[in-house]
């Protein structure tokens, strides 16, 4: 549902678009226009349409066959990668502060990736054939007279845009609904924390007098990772309806909808299975 809203091309989306369009143009820097802006919104929305492979492939191992702990292990990557369309769709910041925070996560993927390609031992002259290069994105910033992108602390920033890092940004995000520990809390069970592993064993009986664990499940211990998947999804797409120009529905009309959309048969009869 907010996926689809989130490609609608209203007037109004056209409307804020051709003013953000307007200003880049009058910019003296060569690359200033449509395509750094675009970029930048095409950069979140793929973020978020990350997000929502994730969550589909959380619902296909929610049938009573596995325990919480594949559920939970996808649920970090999902609001990691969620949280950055978050941060990318910030409202009210403009087009140029946009860009620099494409541009801050660009050069984030750069270093990453040459670091990964020279672990894997790829030849130099086919690195770009695998990632982009930090050059490459350096130069696109002095194209559009950025500060070049580099790395305070932990913190990759670009012309005084500092992209946090997943714990922080997580955090950010879920401060709004006050449970700010739930990335601490998930990442448990990919770290083989036993406070985490505990929601998904139980003791079974004694073998050879010594105590052994076996995979339980348990469907209230699913309960936390849907809502925290729902939140997740609703804070980034609730930005990005806002920057459209689109109606922001609650979060519990929100959670109505896709339940219609996803299991008809169950709606109730006030017309939700009409979305």
Not at 44 to 65: I, N, P, V
Not at 135 to 147: E, F
Not at 163 to 188: C, H, I, K
Request: net charge negative.
């Amino acid at each position: 549902m907010w996926a689809r809203k989130l490609s609608i091309r209203s007037d109004r989306y056209w409307t804020r678009l051709s003013r953000f369009l307007t200003i880049a143009r009058s910019w003296s820097t060569p690359l200033w226009g449509e395509n750094p802006v675009r970029t930048a919104y095409a950069v979140a929305f793929m973020s978020y349409q990350a997000g929502l492979e994730q969550t589909r492939a959380m619902a296909e191992l929610m049938t009573g066959a596995f325990t919480i702990v594949p559920v939970a292990a996808l649920l970090r990557p999902l609001v990691e990668v969620a949280s950055q369309a978050w941060w990318l769709l910030e409202p009210e910041i403009g087009a140029v502060a946009r860009v620099a925070r494409m541009q801050a996560v660009r050069y984030r993927s750069a270093v990453e990736g040459e670091r990964v390609a020279k672990m894997m031992e790829v030849p130099e002259n086919q690195v770009h054939l695998h990632t982009e290069r930090v050059q490459q994105v350096a130069d696109y910033s002095r194209g559009l007279g950025l500060d070049v992108p580099g790395k305070d602390g932990y913190a990759y920033v670009c012309a005084g845009e500092r992209l946090p890092t997943p714990t922080y940004r997580v955090q950010q995000m879920f401060a709004e609904v006050d449970v700010p520990g739930v990335y601490n809390l998930y990442s448990g069970f990919t770290h083989g924390e036993l406070f985490a592993l505990w929601q998904a064993f139980e003791p079974g009986p004694r073998i050879d007098g010594h105590l052994h664990y076996f995979p339980a499940v348990a469907e209230e211990a699913f309960g936390g990772v849907v809502a925290v998947a729902a939140w997740t999804l609703y804070a980034a797409a609730a930005r990005g309806i806002r920057l459209l120009g689109l109606d922001r529905a609650p979060l519990e009309d929100w959670i109505d909808e896709h339940d219609a959309v996803l299991h008809p048969e169950t709606s109730t009869e006030n017309g939700a299975n009409q979305v």
